[in-house]
């Protein structure tokens, strides 16, 4: 099995920063990909920003010059600094990874980390 856990997330005042992150760990051979969504109350999870395991990202419109999402390939984890954020980017934000198991290629969720962004 496969375990996503995100940490970093918190409370910020609009502006500020928060930078997360989110460790794979278990059966794991490779990982093709790994990103960022996000879910706030009443409202459907969106892709945030992902990374390829060649280092090709991409960005939701809303986020470009505002968040780099990178990873770190020998720990498995991926990182999503977020600059000059704003009360609209609140939400839950969960990690996702397009990981092989095997020769199998899996999808896996992280529990979620809260990032409120609030004066």
């Known amino acids: 099995q496969v375990q996503l856990v995100e940490s970093g997330g918190g409370l910020v005042q609009p502006g500020g920063s928060l930078r997360l992150s989110c460790a794979a760990s278990?059966?794991?051979?490779?990982?093709?990909?790994m990103g960022w969504y996000r879910q706030a109350p009443g409202k459907e999870r969106e892709l945030v920003a992902i990374?390829?395991?060649?280092?090709?990202?991409n960005y939701r419109n809303s986020v470009k010059g505002r968040f780099t999402i990178s990873r770190d390939k020998a720990k498995n984890t991926v990182y999503l600094q977020m600059n000059s954020l704003k009360p609209e980017d609140t939400a839950v934000y969960y990690c996702?990874?397009?990981?092989?198991?095997?020769?199998?290629?899996?999808?896996?969720w992280g529990q979620g980390t809260q990032v409120t962004v609030s004066s």
């Open positions: 278990g059966s794991i051979r490779s990982i093709n990909a």
């Open positions: 990374i390829t395991s060649g280092g090709f990202t």
């Open positions: 996702n990874a397009d990981v092989v198991v095997g020769l199998v290629g899996n999808n896996y």
